[in-house]
């Protein structure tokens, strides 16, 4: 197993991992939050950043009109080791107190699709493209709202008695927030000469003088590969004059997912989410198993006693279904578990 690989598996890389995600703690409220300087410093950071985009006006709430609530979210970004990237506190907006047809029309809002941004990763390892990865900080507030939505002032913003936020920008949890950005980033991208994908909404393509460019954008996260080198960091320069962007430079860590680079091609591994669903499950100390399924072996809605609340289950039978990304050997096994998401018991 080359070097780089098996780094990845290390058992030592698996200790501090597993040793630095035990020992981070994310706040649940506000007001625990406000003890910490270092959320202090992300929520100040957040009210900066939505200051700066313009993202409401205090107002007096007009007659007839209502306001909805907002909270804080609080989250422990890490690297794939395992480590802390930074801290990061987002003001979201309570989305599900909206109401259709009075501050919100269409919410649908497409983002790549991942066999598009596997098959990218292959058409670059085969062809030995470089894969760019981008970041685009506060991506929803760079959408425009056309509905009114009048929101509660919150905690630590000064406002004068009556007054409310009317939002200007699509707020994070927002019904229409992802589609506003979408449609934004779409206008800016195809103004620099590209064009959606007949397959992926979500895949723009440039052809250039020099080549081909390839962009793939998942939410507020973006992939770029291509032949035209130049022409990528141009592209880079003019999605900077756009919005404010982060470049994370070759992709290393990209939704959940490790890649890592060598000569040979990439190696795609999701050990970091593999070791926060066993965490989720309480599975850290137990036993490895030859195979994920007993052999020959069949289940029936009827076997064992109906779990109280099946949440859990099927929250870990989704996580399994996106790490079938990387480890197709479970597949079959996963599909199998699937079939009784609705109706699980003990024996499943």
Known sequence: MPEFVYSIYSSSFAFFFLTSIHSLSEPSSCKEAILDPLWQQAMAEELAALHNTDTWDLVPLPPGKRAIG??????????????????????????????????????FDPVAKMTTICTLIVVASVRQWHISQMDVKNAFLNGN?????????????????????????????LKQAPRAWFEKFTIVITSLGFRCSDHDSALFVGNTSHGRILLSLYVDDMIITGNDVDGIDDLKVQLAKQFEMKDLGTIRYFLGIEVAYSPNGYLLSQFKYIANILEQAHLLDTKVADTPLELNVKYSRSDGVPLSDPTSYRTLVGSLVYLTITRLDIAYVVHVVSQFVVSSTTVH
């Open 145 to 173: 709202l056309q509905e009114e939505v009048y929101m509660a002032p919150p905690q630590g913003v000064s406002h004068n008695q009556g007054e409310v936020c009317k939002l200007k920008k699509a707020l994070y949890g």
């Open 70 to 107: 907002s909270r804080w979210v609080y989250k422990i970004k890490t690297k794939s080791d395992g480590s802390v990237e930074r801290y990061k506190a987002r003001l979201m907006a309570n989305g599900y107190s909206q109401q259709y047809g009075l501050d919100y029309e269409e919410t």
